[in-house]
């Protein structure tokens, strides 16, 4: 995750998560499992939502960006789901100065799977072929989860949400950055 502070906002540009890649062991609706994301997957889940917003801590509550305005543009290359985010929400912004975005998330349901059996030791691994992409967030406060899941239930009790998220460590660059050069140079010169 790269994360720049310009003047008109917060930049965040990183992959959300990486295709074909096994995870930690998860908790699905289907039991426990090593889970992977199929190529294209992402690509079609992108072309069904008309609207995938940025949220933060899985939050639905507030909307940071989203992708009908173009403040959030998501696009499945040949590594994985990578987005590229303006925030200007002033409180986030500062989260991201002092350090505190931990990672991506992201948030899926209708999940269309196929289940890998494998060694009676072993756990087996959930290939998910097809999803529907609900939201990407930022992760502040919880552990980001493509190592660990949590698992809701939406209010009217149809459809499960899963998180995922792919433990990023953030890069971060703020524009305008103060020149000391000066100071620097009179320093040197007193001793």
């Avoid at 639905?60 to 696009?75: I, K, M």
């Avoid at 931990?102 to 072929?129: A, C, Q, Y």
Wanted: glycine share 8%.
């Amino acid at each position: 995750m790269k994360i720049e502070v310009r003047a008109d906002g917060l930049h965040i540009s990183g992959y959300v998560n990486v295709t074909g890649k096994l995870s930690r062991p998860v908790i699905t609706p289907r039991g426990k499992v090593l889970e992977t994301i199929e190529e294209r997957a992402f690509s079609e889940a992108i072309k069904k939502n008309g609207d995938i917003t940025v949220t933060l801590d899985h939050d639905q509550g507030h909307a940071y960006a989203n992708t009908r305005d173009g403040s959030l543009v998501l696009r499945e290359d040949a590594i994985g789901l990578h987005a590229d985010v303006l925030i200007t929400d002033e409180t986030v912004i500062e989260m991201a100065r002092k350090g505190k975005l931990r990672g991506w998330s992201f948030g899926m349901f209708n999940v269309k799977d196929e289940m890998e059996s494998r060694g009676t030791d072993e756990l087996p691994i959930r290939h998910v072929k097809s999803l529907e992409l609900d939201h990407v967030s930022l992760i502040k406060d919880k552990v980001p989860c493509y190592a660990a899941t949590s698992v809701e239930c939406r209010a009217d009790g149809n459809v499960d949400m899963e998180l995922r998220s792919l433990d990023i460590e953030p890069e971060l660059v703020i524009e305008n950055k103060p020149d000391f050069t000066e100071y620097e140079n009179r320093l040197k010169a007193l001793g």
